[in-house]
Each structure stands twice: as C-alpha cells, then as structure tokens.
C-alpha cells in the first residue's frame, strides 16, 4: 500500500473542491505523520482507519488534519502544515478528546466575522439563540428574554432525562453533579457527564475547523469554550443523552466495565457512523448564516 493516497478521509469525496467549501477533516491514528521529498507522508501501523503502510497525505486539500491516538509528528510536518494554512489537532480516538487548539486559520475570516458581528448586536445575539432553542426543540418559542428561554430549557431537560431513563430502563432520581467529586454520582448522572465530555470534544473539533469564535456563546456567557458549550447543547437529546443512557443500561447490568472507557469508545463509533462532526460543521455555518458553497478561495 505504498504511497496509496488515504482513503478513509471524511468531507473529501471530491479533492479539488474550494478550500472554504469542504469540511476537509483527515483522520489519522497509530503511526508516524512526517516529510519525505518535500512530500506529507503517514506511515501506519494497523488500525480501525487503516491498513499497515505508507501514504501520501493531500495536505493542500485538506482544512484540518486530526492526529490520534499512537502519532508521532515530525518537525518538519508542522513546518510544512504551517505554511500551507493546514490546520492540526490532535484528539482522542475518533474525537472523542480534544487536547488541542490550532490557530484561526485558513487565511478566510468570513464565519468570524459573522460570528463577531451576530454577537456584538444584543437583537441578532438573542435571535441566534432562539434559534438554537428552535432547532433543540422543533418550534420557534416566541419568548425574547433569555433568561425566560434557559428557563424553559431546564424544565424541557428535566423531561427529556426521564424520557430516556425510561427508553432505556435506568433507574434516574434527577441530574445530581458534584464537580468536586464527578465520581460521587450514580451512574446515570456520571454517563452523562461522560458523553457530554466527548459531545463537547466533537464540537471543540468543530468550532476550530471552521475558525468561529469559542469565547463568544450565545447562550453560554461566562466560558472561554461558551460557543463550544452552544453547539454541544444542540445534540444534547439527539446525541449525548441516548449515548449516556444506552451505556449507563450496560453498566448497571455488567457492573465490572469501565463506564468512562466505555463510553468513549462508543463515542468514537458514534461520530464516524453518524458522521457528527460534519453535521455540526454544517450547523454552525447556517446558525451563522455563512454559505462558502461558491467560494473559489
């Protein structure tokens, strides 16, 4: 498989597409990313990804490379990656980690700007959120006040919990988190804890790939990742919770697995075969009203 090009790439079924156009997200794990003749090469051991050997790796086409777990990179790599605007992160097994995070890149500023100029303005900041609320909840609620809107949320959460315990039959006495102690919990509440984790990491991915603005939320304030926080929130019942509550059914029923590892590990299958990270990608520019379809950047 010498010099094959990679080809379990996610978001590039066609190469030649505009820089601003793709999602360009290239995955690698288990191997050594490095510069040979001027030339990005991925030599790999085996893996879920891929096959033992060398590939040629189309950084020029490529937005964002996500380095996993058992890689190396060179020096030269990031030299190479650096002068081509390619971003790189490395992340935990299928992103279910986030230990990164890269620079605003790309040399495009258009969803920053949007995204900038959406918060600085307190109508469209609140309008954004209403429609975060409207895409979690299937209606536009015609509430203007968010605090009157974090307020519905909460109850609608509430529900959604004991929806989910009961799909999945899992005892639920209420969301309890201690963030002291994350482990006194019982394992329901320490499954959601999990899986929001690696919801987040997912969005963190995201948020990065595209060059928002982390610190700016719209519903989230305070937090240095509150856009990141935003977006993991608007998978929280299609996503987080069936993940947490599917898990939390097998630990109660296999008290010896390792409920963290576990979920992780789902996580991970999860974003490949639903392609979440993508979806998100997606999400983000339409909440912030950025079409790059047409671009030839």
Same mark, same amino acid.
């Given at each position: 498989m010498s010099g094959g090009l990679f080809s379990g790439r996610l978001g590039l079924a066609q190469s030649r597409v505009p820089h601003a156009d793709r999602h360009g997200?290239?995955?690698?794990?288990?191997?050594?990313?490095?510069?040979?003749?001027?030339?990005?090469?991925?030599?790999?051991?085996?893996?879920?990804?891929?096959?033992? #050997? !060398?590939?040629?790796?189309? =950084? &020029?086409?490529?937005?964002?490379?996500?380095?996993? $777990?058992?890689?190396?990179?060179?020096? /030269?790599?990031?030299?190479?990656?650096?002068?081509?605007?390619?971003l790189l992160a490395a992340v935990g097994e299928g992103g279910a980690k986030f230990y990164t995070a890269p620079p605003i890149g790309q040399g495009h500023s258009d969803i920053a700007r949007a995204h900038a100029c959406l918060w600085a303005d307190e109508q469209t900041r609140l309008e954004v959120a209403?429609?975060?609320?409207?895409?979690?909840?299937?209606?536009?609620?015609?509430?203007?006040?968010?605090?009157?809107?974090?307020?519905?949320?909460? #109850? !609608?959460?509430?529900?959604? =919990? &004991?929806?989910?315990?009961?799909?999945?039959?899992? $005892?639920?006495?209420?969301?309890?988190? /201690?963030?002291?102690?994350?482990?006194?919990?019982?394992?329901?509440?320490?499954?959601?804890?999990?899986?929001?984790?690696?919801?987040?990491?997912?969005?963190?991915?995201?948020?990065?790939s595209v060059g928002a603005l982390p610190p700016l939320g719209f519903i989230h304030e305070d937090s240095s990742n509150a856009f990141t926080l935003d977006i993991a929130d608007l998978y929280r019942t299609e996503f987080t919770l069936p993940l947490a509550f599917r898990e939390a059914k097998k630990a109660i029923e296999e008290p010896e697995i390792l409920l963290e590892r576990t979920i992780r590990k789902e996580a991970a299958r999860q974003f490949r075969k639903q392609k979440l990270i993508p979806k998100i990608i997606d999400r983000i520019k339409e909440l912030l009203h950025v079409d790059d379809r047409g671009s030839n950047a």
């Open positions: 997200l290239l995955w690698l794990e288990r191997g050594k990313l490095h510069v040979k003749n001027g030339t990005l090469h991925f030599k790999a051991a085996k893996s879920e990804l891929l096959d033992a #050997g !060398r590939y040629d790796i189309p =950084y &020029q086409s490529v937005s964002m490379i996500l380095l996993g $777990p058992g890689s190396t990179v060179s020096h /030269d790599s990031l030299r190479l990656l650096a002068r081509h605007g390619t209403r429609r975060m609320y409207a895409f979690r909840f299937g209606q536009i609620l015609p509430h203007r006040d968010i605090t009157v809107l974090r307020g519905i949320e909460g #109850g !609608r959460m509430k529900k959604s =919990y &004991q929806i989910f315990a009961e799909e999945y039959g899992v $005892p639920w006495k209420g969301r309890r988190y /201690d963030r002291q102690n994350p482990k006194a919990t019982d394992i329901p509440n320490q499954a959601i804890n999990h899986a929001a984790t690696f919801t987040e990491a997912a969005a963190d991915i995201a948020v990065a």
